[in-house]
């Protein structure tokens, strides 16, 4: 997943990554929060999700850890966090962070 997207001098767009790789020439799809697969041997990128409503995620932090659930909705709170709401294969549903979120394939 990544954190960010900047553009460097001479208009050359980096993406930053959730463990701090950098990675310039990127898509232009690629939007924040995307999750991209990485080579690891050549460190390009091979394919990514787009961060959308219905595809599978799981839940990395809060109290729903571990949860595997699709995601059903999206609150943006200005000033605030982003909340995003899943729904998991047992028709549990629950809301956390955008943070606690990591879209899979």
């Not at 460190?43 to 995601?71: H, P, Q, W």
């Not at 000033?79 to 629950?94: C, E, M, P, R, T």
Request: net charge positive; proline share 2%.
């Amino acid at each position: 997943m990544q954190r960010k997207i900047c553009v460097a001098t001479k208009g050359i767009l980096h993406l930053l990554t959730q463990d701090v790789r950098t990675i310039c020439y990127p898509d232009a799809l690629i939007k924040v929060n995307d999750t991209i697969q990485i080579g690891l041997d050549t460190s390009k990128i091979i394919d990514f999700i787009k961060f959308d409503t219905g595809n599978l995620c799981m839940v990395t932090g809060g109290a729903n850890l571990g949860r595997i659930a699709v995601i059903t909705n999206r609150e943006r709170h200005p000033g605030s966090f982003v909340v995003v709401h899943v729904k998991d294969a047992n028709g549990n549903s629950s809301a956390t962070r955008l943070s606690n979120i990591f879209c899979y394939w």
